[in-house]
């Protein structure tokens, strides 16, 4: 398989990733301003790559993490724990009053016309608070990482939080580590920490150090500062656009090897149409498209990176590998929360054509 990525064949880990944990209350269809009862969801834009690959795929991962100890933090740990992933957490002590806290989300569903809503309190955020120096990172890649995983997200919580990715980034590359970086622009969290102009300079200091980059246009555009295409595509499923694009990357930061985004055509909250496509060292592809039955569709696109990432960690061919995430985000959209509940056979199933007969 050729990709130019050079991926240890071994370590203790398959996968680290550096993040925020979070908790998100989900009244499902309901508005959350008249919301009775709510879902707890255990998240994270980074941790839901390793939790995936943990549960679903059957790798060994880690997140490295801040974690606060109180009532919320420890059933945000149990979920960690029951997904497989193995924790490196920086701990921190909460005043029984302001914090700090774990980050709590907001959502609802959606239905129909209705589309979903989120929204977020991440006062006093303990994971904003970390910063360079937090974590021993010469004693967590010494027995072996295989790649390690970042994201934006992350990146847009602080002024230090942006600093520790690099120096995470930094240290796996040194260690051999393959290094990737999901853009995940969330302008609700930029706006509050400095904006698009801060955006482009952290996250193109970030992009330095990657190898694998996850990313659609607008987080190309917007978190990179890359210029759209020329010509709009016939459709959001058209991947013209997007490899159009992927030139400008590169001319930029020449040490990528990939970068691969998901597709998607919304009709309506529940119905989407679904792709992926992926330029790896030089070359397109193009996943097939289907029409998708979403019941909630938070975590799609780490659904996606954590399939993809696993078939190049597995050594299947560069097509399967792009199958492998889109099968695997779109089965995600099927389960409540952000997380996977399917299976390595699922998944394979459904990146061959299968279908949505019942298995008896």
Request: hydrophobic share 45%; charged share 20%.
């Amino acid at each position: 398989m050729n990709n130019g990525l050079k991926i240890p064949p071994r370590g203790a880990l398959d996968f680290l990733s550096l993040g925020a944990l979070v908790h998100r209350l989900d009244p499902g269809i309901v508005p959350f301003r008249k919301a009775t009862q709510c879902d707890i969801h255990v998240s994270g834009g980074e941790f839901n790559t390793a939790a995936n690959l943990s549960d679903c795929f059957g790798l060994k991962t880690g997140v490295a993490s801040a974690m606060v100890n109180y009532p919320i933090g420890d059933l945000i740990a149990e979920r960690v724990k029951a997904m497989g992933v193995q924790p490196f957490y920086k701990r921190f002590d909460h005043d029984g009053v302001t914090g700090p806290n774990m980050a709590a989300v907001y959502s609802d569903r959606g239905h129909g016309v209705r589309a979903p809503v989120v929204f977020y309190n991440r006062s006093n955020e303990a994971a904003a608070r970390l910063k360079p120096g937090d974590f021993d990172w010469k004693a967590i890649f010494a027995p072996g990482v295989r790649w390690f995983h970042s994201g934006g997200i992350f990146a847009a919580l602080s002024e230090t939080t942006a600093e520790l990715i690099i120096e995470g980034m930094r240290v796996a590359k040194a260690a051999g580590a393959v290094v990737s970086f999901d853009l995940n622009f969330r302008e609700k969290l930029w706006k509050v920490s400095g904006g698009q102009d801060r955006a482009l300079q952290v996250i193109g200091r970030i992009v330095e150090n990657v190898d694998v980059l996850v990313g659609n246009e607008e987080d190309l555009q917007r978190g990179l500062g890359i210029a759209g295409p020329e010509l709009a595509a016939s459709s959001k499923l058209d991947p013209s656009a997007f490899f159009g694009m992927i030139h400008r990357v590169i001319e930029r930061h020449p040490q990528i090897k990939i970068v691969a985004t998901t597709l998607r055509e919304v009709h309506s909250t529940n119905c989407h149409n679904w792709g992926a496509v992926a330029w790896i060292d030089g070359h397109t592809h193009v996943a097939p498209t289907c029409e998708l039955g979403i019941l909630d569709r938070v975590g799609g696109g780490d659904g996606f990176a954590a399939g993809f990432f696993y078939g190049l960690l597995a050594g299947e061919s560069n097509e399967e590998a792009l199958k492998l995430g889109w099968a695997h985000g779109a089965l995600l959209t099927t389960f409540p929360g952000d997380t996977t509940m399917a299976t390595l056979e699922q998944v394979r199933a459904f990146a061959k054509g299968g279908s949505a007969r019942i298995q008896r």
